[in-house]
Nanobody, 122 residues
Framework: VQLQASGGGLVQAGGSLRLSCVVS????????MGWFRQAPGKEREFISG????????YYEDSVKGRFTISRDNAKNTVYLQMNNLKPEDTAVYYC????????????????WGQGTQVTVSS
């Protein structure tokens, strides 16, 4: 199983980005998907997750109301729409897949993408 994240970049505070993560191999519709991020000197943290069908979504408190996770099972892709970005959102963003129930911990995900850099300037 391979995950390829893209869509990162440099944006001013208040701007928007949409991250994409394409999954190849396996059966995408059976994966719980998550987005994590890691800022320099900090641990990787959970920011959002989505169930197999997309019917259930989860967000870390600091991104609620600003970020939206979605998935397109026909395209084997999960998205993270990020609005009203803040300098503290600067990090490498990773997508992850789990064949079980997922969760908010790094150890609960089996497969990881390579990460995409998001930099928000003030």
């Amino acid at each position: 199983v391979q995950l390829q994240a893209s869509g990162g970049g440099l944006v001013q505070a208040g701007g928007s980005l949409r991250l994409s993560c394409v999954v190849s191999g396996g059966t995408f519709s059976r994966y719980v998907m998550g987005w994590f991020r890691q800022a320099p000197g900090k641990e990787r943290e959970f920011i959002s997750g989505i169930s197999w069908t997309g019917g259930n979504t989860y967000y870390e408190d600091s991104v609620k109301g600003r970020f939206t996770i979605s998935r397109d099972n026909a395209k084997n892709t999960v998205y993270l729409q990020m609005n009203n970005l803040k300098p503290e959102d600067t990090a490498v963003y990773y997508c992850a897949a789990d064949t079980s129930i997922g969760g908010s911990r790094v150890a609960e995900y089996e497969y990881w993408g390579q990460g995409t850099q998001v930099t928000v300037s003030s």
